[in-house]
């Protein structure tokens, strides 16, 4: 009886063991697919920003560029008002030049 009562607490013992090496077995295998998981995660949430920076560059490069055309019309308008006005005034010029030659 002794002898069975022994037996039994060492097969317990050995089938705990078994239980905690397969826990523990299972416990590395989670934390390594935890560890790819975030990994993962990590990686696409770096190529999602890098898209969304791209794009906003992209934008803010075109609105420089909106910016500066429509800056460059604004001055061509200006000298294109300039060279009229000097144009206009090229003919009461010349004719005050010739009044005072005369």
């Known amino acids: 009886m002794v002898e069975e009562t022994i037996r039994t ?27 790819a998981d975030a990994a993962d995660m990590v990686s696409k949430a770096e190529a999602g920003a890098k898209a969304e920076a791209a794009a906003d560059l992209e934008k803010a490069k075109e609105a420089g560029r909106k910016s500066e055309q429509e800056a460059m019309d604004g001055v061509e ?24 030659l005369v």
């Open 77 to 100: 308008k200006e000298i294109a008002a300039l060279k009229q006005g000097a144009l206009a005034k090229e003919s009461e010029v010349v004719a005050a030049v010739i009044a005072e």
């Open 9 to 35: 607490i060492k097969e317990t013992e050995n089938e705990a063991e078994e239980i905690i090496k397969k826990a523990d077995a299972a416990y590395t295998e989670i934390l390594e697919m935890a560890k």
